[in-house]
């Protein structure tokens, strides 16, 4: 019986009211918290953060930049908090923005530490060529330290947080998108990464691969998975509304697979999952998968 701590982060990189800053409160209402009923949890609730700003902020661009600072802080000390209490963090809700504050914070209590990055986008955007300001799609480049010279200051002092080799990545599908900003691949750079075509044949070999190699060189890791790595026709909630999705992707049954197997190994030391959008799931359906997904990654922990 694990001892886990749920945090729950209802911001949105576009700084909207809604959309991803409503995904924790929907998911607790279908049930997330109880998922991990066989578990000893604690429910942090939601982070407290500023209101939404929807424009782009001056120096660095980023849309909704007050509260990702926030986010970040409060993430980074909630996180912190919970493992140097022994507690496994689970961060629930927001976008992949929310790695700045996690994978800092076990940096900062552990010291070298891994990524498990499972996500249908690579998120290496530099800020300076980004078409909307959103950090979900430079996060990843952040926290490595190959962009971020127009970061706000106060995130520049936590990055970068991860070395190249102490990154795993799994399913992107992004090539198309990230050649019309000629943003290359991260593969190209010698990071490990597998596409959903090689997940697809057995994901869970794919699992146990990834973590053979960051703990090649960091003995923590954090476990991450965006939802949009599912095929759109599993998983709808996901994406910008009136924006078509990459198509392809994993099916639920491949992801659980694949994070499952991930989260019984050794080193994993907190998960976050991200990019829900309750307001595209109006029956609520794609709530109850989650917290269906959420249920199995709870049975795998120790």
């Known amino acids: 019986m694990a001892e886990l701590e749920l945090i729950g982060v209802p911001f949105d990189g576009y700084g909207r009211p809604g959309n991803l800053a409503r995904a924790s409160s929907a998911m607790r209402a279908a049930g997330f918290i109880a998922a991990f009923e066989m578990h ?3 429910d942090s609730g939601d982070l407290d953060l500023p209101e939404p700003d929807a424009d782009r902020a001056p120096g660095s661009g980023l849309t909704n930049e007050g509260a990702l600072i926030a986010m970040t802080d409060a993430l980074n000390e909630r996180v912190s908090r919970a493992i140097r209490g022994g507690h496994f963090p689970v961060v629930y809700g927001a976008d992949c923005s929310t790695l700045l504050g996690s994978v800092t914070a076990l940096r900062d209590t552990v010291g070298n530490s891994g990524l498990l990055f499972i996500d249908g986008h690579e998120d290496t955007m530099p800020l300076d060529v980004s078409e909307d300001g959103e950090a979900a799609n430079a996060e990843i480049g952040l926290l490595l330290g190959l962009t971020g010279r127009f970061a706000p200051e106060s995130l520049k002092t936590r990055l970068p947080a991860i070395e190249p080799d102490a990154l795993a990545m799994l399913g ?3 090539k198309d998108w990230r050649r019309q900003f000629n943003v290359g691949s991260l593969r190209d750079r010698g990071i490990w990464q597998q596409s959903v075509e090689e997940i697809a044949a057995d994901p869970s070999e794919a699992a146990r691969q990834a973590v053979a190699h960051l703990r090649a060189t960091a003995e923590n890791w954090w476990l991450h998975v965006d939802l949009d790595v599912l095929n759109p026709d599993e998983f709808k909630s996901q994406g910008v509304p009136g924006v078509e999705d990459e198509p392809g992707g994993l099916t ?9 197997t991930a989260a019984g190994m050794d080193g994993c030391r ?4 991200a ?12 709530a109850a998968r989650i917290v ?3 249920r199995e990654i709870g049975s795998a922990l120790a």
């Open 40 to 42: 000893r949890v604690t």
């Open 172 to 174: 992107p599908r992004d």
């Open 252 to 260: 639920w049954q491949q992801l659980t697979d694949l994070a499952v």
């Open 270 to 273: 907190g998960w976050s999952v």
């Open 275 to 286: 990019i829900y959008d309750p307001d595209q799931d109006l029956n609520r359906k794609d």
């Open 292 to 294: 269906r997904f959420a």
